[in-house]
Protein backbone atom coordinates (compact mmCIF):
# COMPACT_ATOMS: atom_id res chain seq x y z
CA UNK A 1 0.00 0.00 0.00
CA UNK A 2 1.29 3.38 -0.79
CA UNK A 3 0.05 6.90 0.67
CA UNK A 4 0.73 10.41 -0.57
CA UNK A 5 1.45 13.22 1.46
CA UNK A 6 2.41 16.58 0.99
CA UNK A 7 6.14 17.59 1.99
CA UNK A 8 4.87 20.19 4.99
CA UNK A 9 2.50 19.75 7.51
CA UNK A 10 -0.12 23.19 6.48
CA UNK A 11 1.31 24.13 3.45
CA UNK A 12 0.21 27.50 2.22
CA UNK A 13 0.00 26.77 -1.65
CA UNK A 14 -0.46 23.78 -2.39
CA UNK A 15 1.90 22.20 -5.44
CA UNK A 16 1.68 18.95 -7.18
CA UNK A 17 5.70 18.65 -6.98
CA UNK A 18 5.49 18.87 -2.88
CA UNK A 19 3.95 15.51 -2.89
CA UNK A 20 5.52 12.17 -1.62
CA UNK A 21 4.78 8.84 -2.32
CA UNK A 22 5.41 6.61 0.52
CA UNK A 23 4.46 2.85 1.97
CA UNK A 24 2.01 2.93 4.31
CA UNK A 25 4.69 2.18 7.15
CA UNK A 26 6.68 4.92 6.05
CA UNK A 27 4.20 7.36 5.67
CA UNK A 28 3.06 7.39 8.74
CA UNK A 29 6.74 7.83 10.28
CA UNK A 30 6.64 10.57 8.15
CA UNK A 31 3.70 12.01 9.33
CA UNK A 32 4.90 11.93 12.55
CA UNK A 33 8.17 13.63 12.08
CA UNK A 34 6.53 16.07 9.70
CA UNK A 35 4.29 17.75 12.57
CA UNK A 36 7.03 18.97 14.45
CA UNK A 37 7.91 22.33 13.54
CA UNK A 38 11.69 22.30 14.11
CA UNK A 39 11.99 19.18 12.65
CA UNK A 40 9.94 20.42 9.45
CA UNK A 41 12.83 23.28 9.31
CA UNK A 42 15.84 20.94 9.83
CA UNK A 43 14.46 19.00 7.04
CA UNK A 44 13.85 21.80 4.52
CA UNK A 45 17.40 23.14 5.30
CA UNK A 46 18.49 19.35 4.73
CA UNK A 47 16.47 19.35 1.29
CA UNK A 48 17.90 22.74 0.10
CA UNK A 49 21.49 21.81 1.25
CA UNK A 50 21.78 18.69 -0.77
CA UNK A 51 23.64 18.80 -4.44
CA UNK A 52 21.02 19.05 -6.92
CA UNK A 53 23.21 18.54 -10.13
CA UNK A 54 24.16 14.97 -8.96
CA UNK A 55 22.18 12.57 -11.65
CA UNK A 56 20.73 9.52 -10.11
CA UNK A 57 18.82 9.12 -7.08
CA UNK A 58 19.39 11.53 -4.46
CA UNK A 59 19.05 10.46 -0.55
CA UNK A 60 18.26 13.30 1.81
CA UNK A 61 18.48 12.53 5.43
CA UNK A 62 15.29 12.20 7.61
CA UNK A 63 15.73 11.84 11.49
CA UNK A 64 17.31 8.48 11.26
CA UNK A 65 16.38 7.28 7.70
CA UNK A 66 16.77 9.01 4.36
CA UNK A 67 14.26 9.68 1.97
CA UNK A 68 15.03 9.15 -1.68
CA UNK A 69 14.03 11.38 -4.64
CA UNK A 70 14.73 11.88 -8.53
CA UNK A 71 17.22 14.60 -9.40
CA UNK A 72 14.53 16.73 -11.28
CA UNK A 73 11.89 15.92 -7.99
CA UNK A 74 14.68 17.27 -5.88
CA UNK A 75 15.20 20.50 -7.81
CA UNK A 76 11.99 21.76 -8.11
CA UNK A 77 11.22 21.08 -4.34
CA UNK A 78 14.57 23.10 -3.81
CA UNK A 79 12.95 25.81 -6.44
CA UNK A 80 9.88 25.94 -4.39
CA UNK A 81 11.60 26.26 -0.89
CA UNK A 82 13.64 29.12 -2.00
CA UNK A 83 10.16 30.77 -3.13
CA UNK A 84 8.98 30.44 0.03
CA UNK A 85 12.07 31.67 1.77
CA UNK A 86 12.06 35.41 -0.33
Not at 4 to 17: C, I
Not at 24 to 31: A, G, Q
Request: net charge positive.
Amino acid sequence: MMEVNNLQSKPKFYWPEMRLVLCLECSKKFEALRSGTIWSQKFERAILATNGSIPGPVKVPIGNDTITFTQTHLVQIQMILKKKLL
